[in-house]
T-cell receptor, first 114, second 112 residues
Framework: ETGVTQSPTHLIKTRGQQVTLRCSSQ?????VSWYQQALGQGPQFIFQ???????GRGNFPPRFSGLQFPNYSSELNVNALELDDSALYLC?????????????FGSGTRLTVV | DQQVKQNSPSLSVQEGRISILNCDYT??????FLWYKKYPAEGPTFLIS?????DKNEDGRFTVFLNKSAKHLSLHIVPSQPGDSAVYFC???????????FGPGTRLSVLP
């Protein structure tokens, strides 16, 4: 059983550019959530996808968007990058009952915006 | 406005002793709580959870206590081991796991 894999592991982008981060969910999981973790803070919920549709969104602007594919993998897209977007982006997958067993998180993508 | 607070950024404990990590929350709608552990360069790993209908849940060396009236929960690790050294996050949900609100974390160092 494979866990959650994210790519790339590290990325440097220039302010104003666009970025796409990728996530493969754990086998058997149909729900993917994305979190942003700034330095010294806890993860903050960006959005969740279930059956290829957005199923909840945190307090992030529309330039943060996502996709989920039929195989339950997912992408996070960020347009018009700002310096404050520099953070660790975590993908987490789950099946029904996530509240009981918790998410399975990937190791994250470290995004640096310069 | 932080809905989940972990007021101790760091904690040092001697190996074999008890580690107590604390978490406070402000949203009375939270009804499910989890603790995660995070090592450097890895994603958070689920440790233990508790529902608001309980006041205690135990799993091996880890016990979580919930005091709903005080909006406070704590994680006890007994006995503490050097491998427990990590950042611990408290997380809460009011929405059957659709999303969790995380605290800022407490860095635990277990000294040999």
């Amino acid at each position: 059983e494979t866990g959650v894999t994210q790519s790339p592991t590290h990325l440097i982008k220039t302010r104003g550019q666009q970025v796409t981060l990728r996530c493969s969910s754990q086998s058997g999981h149909n729900t993917v959530s994305w979190y942003q973790q700034a330095l010294g803070q806890g993860p903050q919920f960006i959005f969740q996808y279930y059956r290829e549709e957005e199923n909840g969104r945190g307090n992030f602007p529309p330039r943060f968007s996502g996709l989920q594919f039929p195989n339950y993998s997912s992408e996070l897209n960020v347009n018009a990058l700002e310096l404050d977007d520099s953070a660790l982006y975590l993908c987490a997958s789950s099946s029904q009952g996530a509240f009981r067993y918790g998410y399975t998180f990937g190791s994250g993508t470290r995004l640096t915006v310069v | 406005d932080q809905q989940v607070k972990q007021n101790s950024p760091s904690l040092s404990v001697q190996e074999g002793r008890i580690s107590i990590l604390n978490c406070d929350y402000t949203n009375s709608m939270f009804d499910y709580f989890l603790w995660y552990k995070k090592y450097p360069a890895e994603g958070p790993t689920f440790l233990i959870s508790i529902s608001s209908i309980k006041d205690k849940n135990e799993d091996g060396r880890f016990t979580v206590f919930l005091n709903k009236s005080a909006k406070h929960l704590s994680l006890h690790i007994v006995p503490s081991q050097p491998g427990d050294s990590a950042v611990y996050f408290c997380a809460a949900s009011d929405n059957y796991g659709q999303n969790f609100v995380f605290g800022p974390g407490t860095r635990l160092s277990v000294l040999p």
